[in-house]
């Protein structure tokens, strides 16, 4: 995003002393929004080694992204391009929560010996679905609109892996 | 938020050989996005008493803050920010619809006797990660894009409890 | 992004009647981001028959959108207007996956002796809740931010149903 000078044509055709002129003035005008490359560019990756099933806590990436982007008003939308790993916003205060959230998640979606797929992780795929691929965050005042007991977490259900998640913050 | 090409005035007073001269200067300038002081802050908080577990529909405030916004085009992120309730869309017409939907969520994440957290509401953080903390729902023309039987509703899985809401309006 | 009103400086440097003039008009302009007609109506709808309970890959529709909104950077928002259907992501390659995601869905909302809802699609209505309504992906150089093996699928629960669903494309 670019703040900052521009250069425009003001055009006025105008009397002065029976002589039509014609001027064309440069204008450098502060403000707006340029769109230039940096802007183009918002969006952040980050890389994560997921040894086991486990909700990591990528609140602070989030937050650094945010602040990188410079954007005061907006959103960041927090996105996860796997398909047995999702993201989702929990509690950020007692790891109980995230450890009975996984206990609870493999009860909602155990094995089945009625599935098919050949890599035998289907269940981790149903957690995806069930947790969601993606997070919209608001951002106001240049930071998360996050209660005060909110994480946003990345949700390893096929583990080991190498994964990445992207955040792309729209500002308005 | 106003498309199109405006007209703006160059106005300046000079002196050229001892004459004060005035200038307007007539400035064509396309297109733009007018952002006045109140689209700064197109983010909108609710209260909610939530006295029983249940689905609160807000669909008359999203549509509220989509009208005070003045944004035609766009979208609005509608986010909760606690850990023990969510927000989904669905049908507004039965009420049955609602109240099977909480007997369905009970049955598919009951309390576990291997939960730790010791505030004992495990069950209601997992049921705000399967109904996520937020939707994005889209503006078109004015209007909240919901099909006729969908209403936005904030889920309390933990009540009693006093509860908010943000709306985030993004017009384009 | 500009808020507000503001002042910019006319410069010129003109000639009039051999005497070189520099002019400095001050000029108060409201406005700026482009926006143009075919920005404007960046919303699509597309139709969609569902005979079967089913995940219907449309990603390609979704792309299709992308493509014609000739937005380079920014958000595609994909949103299912109906209460018994969802918009998920999941895996494209092997069709065993969704497969199996039906029938795990099966499992986490089977029918239930309780529900009362007449019309007797409430299990539809709760994995309706359960996928979401909507998801929100990233737009980058003109491509969805998609992982290898992701697809975004419309989800049939109660079928056979005349469907639609939006894709909202909003840039930066």
């Given at each position: ?5 521009d ?28 769109l ?31 602040a ?6 907006g ?21 109980d ?21 050949v ?26 609109v ?5 994480g ?11 994964r990445k ?8």
């Amino acid at each position: 995003m670019y703040f900052g000078h521009d250069t425009g044509i003001a055009h006025s055709i105008f009397k002065l002393n029976g002589f039509e002129m014609e001027l064309h003035a440069n204008i450098r005008y502060t403000a707006h929004r340029l769109l230039c490359e940096e802007e183009l560019d918002m969006i952040f990756e980050y890389g994560l080694s997921a040894a086991r099933e486990d909700f990591y806590n990528i609140t602070r990436q989030v937050r650094e992204a945010v602040a990188k982007s410079a954007v005061k008003d907006g959103i960041a939308v927090i996105f996860c391009p796997h398909t047995t790993a999702g993201i989702t916003i929990n509690e950020n205060a007692d790891p109980d929560v995230t450890r009975d959230l996984l206990i609870g998640l493999n009860k909602v979606s155990p094995n089945n010996p009625e599935y098919r797929h050949v890599e035998e992780n289907s269940p981790a795929h149903l957690k995806a679905s069930l947790t969601g691929s993606g997070v919209t965050v608001i951002i106001d005042g240049g930071r998360l609109v996050l209660g005060t007991w909110q994480g946003i977490y990345f949700c390893e259900f096929d583990p080991p892996r190498t994964r990445k998640f992207f955040v792309k913050v729209i500002g308005v």
